[in-house]
């Protein structure tokens, strides 16, 4: 059973792996309200990818969910559920639900 | 021989390469982040020798935001109409402070394959990335590449010997995995930033 702390977690490992490639000064230290894709985000597009890669590797492996984060669905929602660490987690759990 | 062409999305245009690039090219691929590219040109004037020397047969493009400022640098190559297959290269964003929030390499990468497959009616893109450069290896397989094999020891950079991944898509690949992930990404990163369509 995914719960949000479980997706966080998943989440805010994906973006502290991005770290390696980045200066000291421009790690980031990822919050829930962390943003990732579009306006005010920290992440590029090379960047943002790798975060939605991992999740979607750690879903499955971790917990046996085989979910897609970037289809058509992403971009018809009011709220883009790439705005942050808080959207996309709750985007994860929709389909985790959706999916059991 | 290809005539020049501009390509417009919602984010970012391509545009081609000059030689008045040279210098702004040179910084971009002298940088860290190109240290897993093949090394080229060392001064301005060989950088600009460079450009000017490009063949006719390929593509190669400056990445621009929509305000006109540069952030990257694309090439459709070895185009081959023959047998139908092209090779997306030289992909580098110059300015990453440039592009946070910004879908611009996937947007850019987009139009490079509308242009492969919807305007030239290519049937396959391939490309090699060096084994170190596994963000790149995930970012292409993402969006679309399957691994194909490898080559042995086939780059040498930065004094270290590595194999090459080899890397491709066919067009039916294109229009049922990469386009629907491309435009998603897209679309979903435009969401935040323009206004909804009056009712």
Same mark, same amino acid.
């Given at each position: 059973?995914?719960?949000?702390?479980?997706?966080?977690?998943?989440?805010?490992?994906?973006?502290?792996?991005?770290?390696?490639?980045?200066?000291?000064? =421009?790690?980031?230290?990822?919050?829930?309200?962390?943003? %990732?894709?579009?306006?005010?985000?920290?992440?590029?597009?090379?960047?943002?990818?790798?975060?939605?890669?991992?999740?979607?590797?750690?879903?499955?492996?971790?917990?046996? +969910?085989?979910?897609?984060?970037?289809?058509?669905?992403?971009?018809?929602?009011?709220?883009?559920?790439?705005?942050?660490?808080?959207?996309?987690?709750?985007?994860?759990?929709?389909?985790?639900?959706?999916?059991? | 021989? +290809?005539?020049?062409?501009?390509?417009?999305?919602?984010?970012?245009?391509?545009?081609?390469?000059?030689?008045?690039?040279?210098?702004?090219?040179?910084?971009?691929?002298?940088?860290?982040?190109?240290?897993?590219?093949?090394?080229?040109?060392?001064?301005? =004037?060989?950088?600009? @020798?460079?450009?000017?020397?490009?063949?006719?047969?390929?593509?190669?493009?400056?990445?621009?935001?929509?305000?006109?400022?540069?952030?990257?640098?694309?090439?459709?190559?070895?185009?081959? %109409?023959?047998?139908?297959?092209?090779?997306?290269?030289?992909?580098?964003?110059?300015?990453?402070?440039?592009?946070?929030?910004?879908?611009?390499?996937?947007?850019?990468? %987009?139009?490079?394959?509308?242009? @492969?497959?919807?305007? +030239?009616?290519?049937?396959?893109?391939?490309?090699?990335?060096?084994?170190?450069?596994?963000?790149?290896?995930?970012?292409?397989?993402?969006?679309?590449?399957?691994?194909?094999?490898?080559?042995?020891?086939?780059?040498?950079?930065?004094?270290?010997?590595?194999?090459?991944?080899?890397?491709?898509?066919? =067009?039916?690949?294109?229009?049922?995995?990469? +386009?629907?992930?491309?435009?998603?990404?897209?679309? @979903?990163?435009?969401?935040?930033?323009?206004? @909804?369509?009056?009712?």
């Amino acid at each position: 059973m995914l719960t949000n702390e479980t997706v966080e977690a998943v989440i805010f490992r994906a973006i502290e792996a991005l770290n390696a490639e980045r200066q000291p000064s =421009e790690r980031i230290t990822p919050t829930v309200d962390t943003g %990732l894709f579009g306006a005010d985000a920290l992440l590029d597009s090379l960047e943002f990818v790798s975060v939605i890669t991992d999740v979607e590797t750690s879903l499955n492996v971790d917990h046996g +969910l085989d979910i897609a984060l970037a289809d058509d669905r992403a971009m018809s929602r009011p709220v883009s559920p790439y705005t942050s660490v808080a959207t996309l987690r709750d985007y994860v759990l929709e389909l985790a639900g959706e999916a059991s | 021989m +290809l005539a020049p062409m501009e390509l417009r999305g919602r984010h970012v245009a391509l545009r081609p390469l000059t030689t008045r690039d040279a210098e702004m090219t040179l910084r971009w691929r002298l940088d860290d982040r190109a240290s897993l590219l093949n090394r080229g040109a060392a001064t301005v =004037e060989e950088q600009r @020798a460079w450009i000017a020397a490009r063949p006719e047969s390929e593509h190669n493009f400056i990445i621009e935001l929509l305000d006109g400022r540069p952030v990257g640098m694309l090439s459709l190559i070895a185009i081959d %109409l023959v047998h139908r297959r092209a090779e997306p290269a030289r992909f580098l964003i110059g300015e990453p402070q440039l592009v946070r929030g910004v879908p611009a390499a996937v947007e850019a990468m %987009l139009l490079l394959y509308r242009l @492969a497959f919807d305007d +030239l009616g290519l049937h396959r893109v391939y490309g090699t990335v060096a084994e170190e450069n596994a963000g790149m290896v995930k970012w292409q397989t993402f969006l679309g590449m399957t691994e194909e094999g490898r080559l042995r020891e086939h780059y040498r950079l930065d004094g270290r010997v590595q194999d090459a991944i080899c890397l491709g898509m066919l =067009e039916h690949e294109y229009r049922t995995v990469a +386009l629907p992930r491309m435009t998603a990404l897209v679309g @979903a990163a435009s969401v935040d930033r323009e206004p @909804a369509a009056e009712q």
